[in-house]
C-alpha cells in the first residue's frame, strides 16, 4: 500500500479541511508520521509530528492551536484537522516521516521518500 494524501481543495478565509494520509503504517518504519507542506519556490515546512500511539504531536509555530493531527488506526491513516485557514496556508500538503526537535522544528526522517501531495488553495 503507497501512502497517498488527500482531502485537500479549495476554501475561503477562515475555513476548515481536514486531510488525510492514508498507508504510513507500512512505509514510515519506526518514524513518526508527519505532514509538511510546500509552496512553489520555498522550502518544503515540517507542520505536525504525531507519535504512532497519537498521545503526542508537535507542530510548527505558524499552525499551532489552528491545526491538530490525528490517529485513524483502523484505517492506517493520519488526518490533519486544518481550521482559521488563511493564504498562507495554500501549499501542496505531504505526508512523511517526521522527528521533531522541539521549538516547533520538524524535519522529514532520514530517506524519506514523497507522494504527490493534496493542493490546499485558500481564498481571501
Known amino acids: 500500500e503507497q501512502v497517498r494524501e488527500s482531502g485537500g481543495g479549495l476554501v475561503q478565509t477562515g475555513g476548515s479541511l481536514r486531510l488525510s494520509c492514508t498507508g504510513p503504517g507500512r512505509n514510515f518504519g519506526a518514524s513518526s508520521p508527519g505532514w509538511f507542506r510546500q509552496v512553489p519556490g520555498k522550502e518544503r515546512e515540517g507542520i505536525a509530528c504525531i507519535t504512532w500511539s497519537g498521545n503526542t504531536a508537535w507542530y510548527a509555530d505558524s499552525v499551532k492551536v489552528r491545526f491538530a493531527a490525528s490517529r485513524v488506526q483502523a484505517a492506517n491513516a493520519v488526518d490533519l484537522q486544518m481550521n482559521s485557514l488563511n493564504v498562507n496556508d495554500t501549499a501542496t500538503y505531504y505526508c512523511?516521516?517526521?522527528?521533531?526537535?522541539?521549538?516547533?522544528?520538524?524535519?522529514?526522517?532520514?530517506?524519506?521518500?514523497w507522494g504527490q501531495g493534496t493542493q490546499v488553495t485558500v481564498s481571501s
Open positions: 512523511a516521516p517526521c522527528v521533531a526537535l522541539g521549538g516547533g522544528i520538524i524535519l522529514p526522517s532520514s530517506g524519506a521518500k
